[in-house]
């Protein structure tokens, strides 16, 4: 028996009074002050992790002195409706700089398509920022969707992709 021996054994979980009762173990122990310290070590109750109450009252109070107020976020249709917003304002600067004279050139279902797609992005952006940043809104795909393919990428309001 040697040394790595006995943290083997200990490393595998051998119960220390199982390991005292190996012969070879006891005849290593009484010419091994290493592994005999280390059992008794391992075999000592470990500390109380539970702080005194004076300190754990200066960590509550270090806890309350770092704390900030903070305000409810929006709801999910004020969140769009700033988002589309703040696309309009975007957009309304955008025109007084460099002029609406692209929209003239396109046709009416050009502008049209090109209105959708702008507003789609728009409001799936707020949505998508919007779960984010909700600290309770966990991404979960619906039950039935997720039973039958688990793999695939969904959008955060758990619409497939
Ligand atoms: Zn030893």
Redesign the pocket.
Known sequence: M??AD?DRLLSEGTPIAELKQIAAVSD?LRT?G??DELLRWAESPSPDPALGSEAAARVRTLIHADLKPVRPLPSTPAVVTGAIAFAVAMAGLHMLTLGAQGWRALSLVQSLSLGALFAAIVILAALSLNVTLRPAALIRPCARAASSAPSRLRFPGGLPL
């Open positions: 040697t040394c006995v290593h091994c290493r592994c």
